[in-house]
């Protein structure tokens, strides 16, 4: 008895929603804290895994399709040149500020989404070319999706929190850090 496999078709886009996105990321997250430590990650690092789930697809979309900056939705944070110096400055920044694990779990995310978006194409083979953008050319897509307006609205007030969350994160983090100089 012969079992086939079936055959990846490739040139159908996978369609992946944000909470897929979310758990895609969270599940390996949380298989890690479970077998490791025995517990489940922190509201903080699962906040950062659903942010860096997230954050391709709230930063690409209305960059390609309402300001039409990028050939696709699915490039730039989904392209691995772009993704992995983010994710290097993340960890750096997660190390400097004693907080890894939320840092390695914005990673888990960031590094995660495109994989859920080109699973089609990683299973039959092949690395798309949206994920080596600006390396490699990808094709323009010019219809826009019925969701454009809406979506851009709400990427617009998440990166616009997410700005400010960061600004002052790092803003009292550099406090801490002339405090801690000036008191030794």
């Given at each position: 008895m012969t079992v086939e496999v079936p055959k990846v078709d490739s040139t159908v886009p996978s369609r992946v929603y944000p909470h897929t996105h979310v758990l895609i990321a969270l599940c390996p997250v949380l298989a890690y804290y479970?077998?490791?430590?025995?517990?489940?990650?922190?509201?903080?690092?699962?906040?950062?895994?659903?942010?860096?789930?997230?954050?391709?697809?709230?930063?690409?979309?209305?960059?390609?399709?309402?300001?039409?900056?990028?050939?696709?939705?699915?490039?730039?944070?989904?392209?691995?040149?772009?993704?992995?110096?983010?994710?290097?400055?993340?960890?750096?920044?997660?190390?400097?500020?004693?907080?890894?694990?939320?840092?390695?779990?914005?990673?888990?995310?960031?590094?995660?989404?495109?994989?859920?978006?080109?699973?089609?194409?990683?299973?039959?083979?092949?690395?798309?070319?949206?994920?080596?953008?600006p390396l490699v050319p990808v094709e323009t897509r010019f219809t826009e999706p019925f969701w454009t307006v809406p979506w851009t609205l709400f990427s617009a007030v998440v990166l616009a929190c997410l700005a400010v969350l960061l600004a002052r994160d790092v803003w009292v983090q550099l406090r801490t850090t002339e405090r801690r100089d000036a008191s030794d």
């Open positions: 479970a077998l490791r430590h025995r517990r489940l990650p922190s509201w903080h690092v699962i906040s950062a895994v659903a942010v860096g789930s997230l954050l391709p697809d709230l930063v690409d979309k209305p960059l390609a399709h309402s300001l039409s900056l990028l050939p696709s939705g699915r490039v730039f944070l989904h392209s691995l040149p772009i993704a992995i110096p983010i994710a290097i400055v993340a960890m750096a920044y997660g190390w400097q500020t004693n907080r890894v694990s939320m840092a390695g779990g914005f990673v888990v995310g960031l590094l995660l989404h495109p994989v859920g978006d080109f699973d089609t194409e990683l299973l039959g083979g092949s690395v798309p070319a949206h994920m080596l953008w």
